[in-house]
């Protein structure tokens, strides 16, 4: 990857703390290209206007701008029709809207949804309360001691009442890729649906659910490159036909009576109110962007830099890294000895490094790695490996500053 990728992120071209600025939590969000900052600042300064409404020129330019996002999401995740894609706020309302959408109807009690322990809170919570309030049985496909999990072991956990499968297509903590396709057709022979998280995995590889025969695929714009607060569900036709809103009010209905009211056809009958306008402008141009430089290639980029990372990581003696060597993606999570991990976080902000301290939003997973917290380095397209030489010198002396400060 080249300097002049780099170069087109502003924020990272400024000094923090007295030192120049590494970025290595985008996992938690990425940074904005200046195309993207730039697209959302022109559709407010020259095209604004509520958009399916209005048959003035703004409304029009609006509406071919919201619904040309939609099309390149459907075209960039390889669904069939931009009727499978709902523009939502992020992953995390994507994925609670299955739940309480497509949920209540197709688990009853008995039944069983089946998810991981290393999910991230928001593909965990939703199914945990479905299985409360239906008094379904969550169960859980086992983790391998190095964090994997196996086809066999998902064989051996979905059965013939198993009604939903959910899991992430990659863990946001343990750095590996999950065989969604194969889970897939275990689901699938035993008539349950599958639902992907999907925040981890579009930003860094060709992702194609049809491929994956996945049934839902939810993702998040800011991870992406993209703006804050704008995500898409792409669900399979069949199944978004059955589904009710939970959301009611403008832009959705097609005719409201006294007494009852019909909904508009997909995906709109799910996009109440006045929608995320300038949020699927950014959402866009962040696919415009990416597919620019390619999505292998950024791919080729991360697991080059991640290898380079563990390698450099397990010079520093006492540091201790979490999931299977040979990353799959950009992304190390480790502790340094006994030293807690925000104040490790602390330390290298000191010194312009930011990093993410904490449970990753995966309770259930620190549990099962018998920790509290953790540290996480997360790479995307626009590191180096001078940021990851950056890091480790940080971190050596972080350690030596608490040796001493203990001693």
Known sequence: MNASIREQFPILNQNVNGHPLVYLDSA????????????IKAYY??????????????????????????????????AKSTKEIVFTRGTTTALNLVASSYGPSAVGEG???????????????????????TGATLKFIPLQKDGRITVEDAEATITDRTKIVAIAYVSNVMGVTHPVKEIAAIAHRHGAVIVVDG????????????????DFYALSAHKMCGPTGIGALYGRRALLEKMEPVEFGGEMIDDVGLYDSTWKELPWKFEGGTPIIAG?????????????????????????????????????????????????????????????????????????????AGHHCCQPLMRWLEVSSTARASLYLYNTEEDIDRLVSALIRTKEYFADAIG
């Open 28 to 39: 938690a969000t990425s940074q904005k290209p200046r195309q993207v900052i730039e697209a």
């Open 45 to 78: 300064e020259h095209d604004n206007s509520n958009v399916h409404r209005g048959v003035h020129t703004l409304g029009s330019r609006a509406t071919d701008a919201y619904e040309g996002a939609r099309e390149k999401v459907a075209r960039f995740i390889g």
């Open 111 to 133: 039944d069983e949804i089946v998810v991981t322990q290393m999910e991230h809170h928001s593909n965990f919570i939703p199914w945990q309360q479905l299985a409360k309030r």
């Open 199 to 214: 925040a981890q995995s579009t930003p860094h590889m060709k992702v194609d659910v049809q491929d994956l025969d996945c």
């Open 280 to 356: 699927a402008v950014g959402l866009g141009a962040a696919i415009d962007f990416l597919e620019e430089i390619g999505m292998d290639e950024i791919h080729r980029h991360e697991i080059k830099l991640a290898a380079y990372a563990e390698q450099r990581l397990s010079e520093v003696e006492g540091l201790t890294i979490f999931g299977p060597r040979g990353r799959e993606v950009g992304l190390v999570t480790f502790n340094l000895g006994d030293v807690h991990p925000h104040d490790v976080a602390t330390v290298l902000d000191s010194e312009g490094i930011a990093i993410r």
